[in-house]
């Protein structure tokens, strides 16, 4: 009992620290650069070639928010005819279920180290499967690294201020 106590007031305090420092991530931010091996991202994630290679033109310009609040990390992606926003992953390594963009059922986790924020997308019922992130501010500017976990292919994403 006393160490359920303990571990539940060790996350509280480790969130509650945490926070100011992802603070910064918060906010409407655009792509405006992407760096690395996106196309073979996709087709490692198994994306039919022809909306490969339209994607790779398109790969400036998306719209994200993300907002830093009650200890989660939760994103809204803002597409051409609609908006998704995924539920929101506590800093506490708690897993919770989710949609990945692709469809596939996930389980996000979100750590923060560093000044980054790394959130683990396991693939629900494909064992080691996996796309998973890094989030971190830097001059004046937001930057998203995604790798298949799998294969090691990805992609670093520059965002900017909208």
């Known amino acids: 009992e006393n160490s359920r ?6 996350a509280k305090s480790v969130t509650a620290e945490r926070l100011p420092e992802m603070d910064e991530i918060a906010g409407k931010w655009k792509v405006v650069k992407t760096e690395g091996e996106f196309e073979k991202f996709l087709q490692d994630r198994g994306v039919p070639l022809p ?24 994103e809204t992606e803002y597409g051409m ?8 992953i506590p800093f506490d390594g708690t897993a919770v279920e989710d949609k990945a963009p692709s469809g596939e059922n996930v389980k996000k986790t979100a750590t923060v180290a560093d000044g980054k924020l790394t959130i683990l997308s396991d693939i629900i019922g494909e064992e080691g499967e ?10 004046g500017k937001v930057y998203r690294k995604f790798w298949n976990r799998k294969t090691g292919s990805g992609f670093t994403s520059t965002m900017e201020a909208f």
């Open 5 to 10: 106590w303990y571990s539940s007031r060790l």
């Open 81 to 88: 005819l609609s908006n998704t926003t995924y539920k929101p």
């Open 51 to 74: 909306i490969r290679k339209l994607l790779a033109f398109s790969t400036t310009g998306g719209k994200f928010e993300y907002v830093v609040a009650d200890g989660a990390f939760t």
């Open 130 to 139: 996996g796309v998973d992130s890094e989030i971190w501010k830097a001059d």
